[in-house]
């Protein structure tokens, strides 16, 4: 049977998240043809072990690849979507803070004819489940990426995601890249469209990210994107002749 979705899961050090976000995957995604990638992001825990019995206590959906360091969080979801075998995947954060149960409303949403060649839908966090200050870190983040690069994405930050594979790779390749697919998805020609989704507390672990790391490197991503955006026109095409 051909798969229909791949679900890709860059994880770093979430050994007491993983089992049961791995087994919330497959229970919303159980009547449908699927995969889960889940990409070991160098973890110094036990993150690759507990996938491991995970997958050998019954969950055959589940694939699990590792990097011999850490590489980050782009660079995971790139080996992940390389290594998928369906035409569309979803993409979930390790922390457990998205919900797999709005990975079936993202596929239905696709169905949808008044979304037909729409090849990036965006999850839309509408109620965070974070710190003040991360909360207002985030406004602050999406309103000036938004202002800057006019995707008219409202979280591009959100780890939930679905794309087309194959407008996925054909995507400039380069550090922190995840946090910029509305953007480049339209440079590719695409609409995106935004699906609220849910958002839960982290139940374990901490953030990768500290207040200064995501500061700097997105301003220096955002003016990095921005360069490609206005050396770029989508939808040339050749006629022989």
């Known amino acids: 049977m051909d798969l229909e979705v791949s679900v890709v899961v860059p994880v770093c050090n979430e050994a007491g998240n993983v089992d049961v976000l791995a087994r919330e995957i497959a229970g919303a995604l159980q009547d449908r043809p699927f995969e889960m990638i889940f990409v070991d992001d160098g973890s110094t825990d036990d993150t690759a072990a507990v996938l491991r019995r995970a997958r050998d206590a019954g969950l055959s959906s589940l694939r699990i690849l590792r990097h011999s360091f850490r590489s980050g969080q782009s660079a995971a ?12 995947i979803a993409t979930l954060d390790g922390d457990g803070q998205n919900d797999p149960a709005d990975i ?6 696709r169905t949808l004819a008044a979304n037909t060649g729409v090849l990036l839908f ?4 509408t109620t965070r489940r974070d710190t003040g200050f991360r909360r207002l870190q985030s406004r602050v983040a999406n309103g000036v990426r938004g202002a800057m690069l006019g995707d008219g994405t409202p979280d591009t ?11 996925f790779l054909e995507l ?8 910029f697919l509305p953007a480049l998805f339209i440079r590719q020609g695409s609409k995106v469209v935004s699906v609220p989704v849910n958002h839960r507390p982290r139940a374990s672990g901490t953030s990768k990210y500290g207040m200064l790391d995501r500061l700097w490197v997105g301003i220096v991503d ?9 050396r770029f026109r989508a ?3 050749a006629r022989e002749e």
Request: glycine letters at 12%; proline letters at 6%.
């Open 104 to 109: 079936p409303k993202l596929l239905e949403a």
């Open 172 to 179: 400039p390749r380069f550090d922190h890249m995840h946090r």
């Open 235 to 237: 939808g040339l095409t």
């Open 222 to 230: 955002l003016f990095g994107v921005l360069w490609l955006l206005r």
């Open 77 to 88: 979801v790139a080996t992940g979507v390389r290594a998928a075998r369906a035409p569309w």
């Open 157 to 167: 930050g959100c780890g939930i995601k679905l794309f087309e594979r194959a407008t």
């Open 122 to 125: 965006a999850g839309n966090r």
